[in-house]
C-alpha cells in the first residue's frame, strides 16, 4: 500500500492546529498577550522585537506575543515567503501587532500561507533538497523541513498555552 506523505503531514499539522491551539487563541486578551510574568522579559515592543542573537545565558523569557511572533515568522512566515513565494519577508520587514487579535490573525496568515506551500507539494516536492535558506536541513528533504516545523509548532504553541495557564493562576501578576 502506497503511503501518501503529503496527507499525513497535512493532517499532523492540522491536528496540531485545530484541535490543540487555534480555537483557543480566539479568546486571547491583550493583557495576556502582553503580560510579563518576570522582570526582563522580550516582548514586542512600539519599536519591534526584542531578540539578539546569539540569545544570552540564560535566555530570557519571552511574553506570549514574542512567542507568536516568533511562529508567525520565524517559523512560518520566512520559510512559507522563502520556499513557496518570493522570499522578500525578513525579520525585520515583518509585523510586529502589539494587540492579541491582530497577533493571532498574522499567525493565522502565515501559518496559511506555509500550509497551503506544504499541500501543494507531490511526491517528488517532498523528496527535493530544501535548499541553501535553511542552512543545517540544506541537503534534507523537504518533508524534513516540514516534520521539523510540525515540531516547532507543536513547542511554541504548547510554551503559550502554558504561559496562558500561568496567566490565569496568578491573576495576571508578576511571578517570583
Known amino acids: 500500500m502506497a503511503v501518501d506523505w503529503n496527507h499525513e503531514l ?40 526584542e531578540f539578539q542573537w546569539p540569545a544570552p545565558e540564560p535566555a ?17 512566515g520566512i520559510r ?14 515583518a509585523e510586529r501587532p502589539l494587540t492579541a487579535k491582530e497577533g493571532v490573525a498574522y499567525l493565522k496568515e502565515q501559518y496559511g500561507r506555509w500550509r497551503s506551500g506544504v499541500e501543494s507539494l507531490d511526491e517528488e516536492g517532498l523528496a527535493r533538497p530544501v535548499g541553501p535558506a535553511e542552512g543545517p ?7 524534513t523541513l516540514v516534520l521539523h516545523l510540525n515540531r516547532e509548532a507543536i513547542h511554541h504553541l504548547s510554551e503559550v498555552s502554558l504561559m496562558r495557564d500561568l496567566y490565569r493562576a496568578s491573576g495576571g501578576a508578576r511571578l517570583g
Open 10 to 49: 497535512i493532517e499532523q499539522f492540522d491536528f496540531i492546529w485545530n484541535l490543540a491551539h487555534a480555537p483557543a487563541l480566539e479568546e486571547l486578551t491583550d493583557e495576556e498577550y502582553l503580560w510579563e510574568p518576570v522582570p526582563g522579559c522580550w516582548s514586542i515592543r512600539p519599536t519591534g522585537i
Open 137 to 143: 536541513y540544506a541537503e534534507s528533504p523537504m518533508a
Open 80 to 93: 512559507a515567503s522563502n520556499h513557496f513565494g518570493d522570499g522578500s519577508l525578513t525579520e525585520e520587514s
Open 60 to 76: 530570557p523569557v519571552t511574553t506570549i506575543a514574542w512567542r507568536l511572533s516568533h511562529v508567525a515568522v520565524g517559523v512560518f
